[in-house]
């Protein structure tokens, strides 16, 4: 069974967070799919994600394309996962399901902590998961480096 981790970005935002868990998610052997709601900041996104530095490579592609199954890291708006992943990393409030949790090794939800928005949709899933009896975890950067302040 799997849990969710929520991120609470404060510090750094998600174009400098996310390669990370993204390098750890492959590390760990795990093939992932960065889940988000538009396809306008997922192109963005992608385009953050070409231009890291060369040693830390992380290979990746758009959904939609004709190597979908090929990607280690897929980036999509749909819940369909072609490329196998057994990491979901949601942003920007996109959704995740409970069952969906307990089949993968890890689900991540990072959100924007200076968006009322977002901090409200962050709570909601939360409380959505764990009602449901999902584990989880509540990470924060407030104090400079990532803490673990909660967990279910």
């Known amino acids: 069974m799997g849990a969710a981790y929520f991120y609470h970005l404060t510090r750094r935002p998600l174009e400098v ?35 890291g530095p060369e040693d830390a490579f992380l290979p ?18 749909d819940a369909a996962l072609p490329n196998g992943a057994t990491c979901v990393m949601a942003v920007d409030g996109a959704e995740v399901a409970a069952l969906e949790v307990t089949q993968m090794n890890r689900v991540c939800i990072l ?18 998961l764990t009602s449901a009896g999902c584990p989880a975890q509540y990470w924060s950067e407030e104090s400079g480096r990532w803490e673990k302040k909660a967990e279910r």
Request: hydrophobic share 40%.
């Open 17 to 51: 967070t996310l390669p990370q868990l993204l390098q750890k998610a492959l590390g760990a052997g795990w093939r992932v799919a960065v889940r988000g709601t538009d396809p306008d900041r997922l192109d963005w996104l992608d385009r953050q994600l070409w231009l």
């Open 60 to 77: 990746h592609g758009l959904a939609g394309g004709p190597h979908d199954t090929d990607q280690p890291v897929l980036l999509t708006t």
């Open 111 to 128: 959100f924007d902590g200076n968006d009322a928005t977002a901090l409200d949709r962050a709570r909601g899933q939360w409380k959505a």
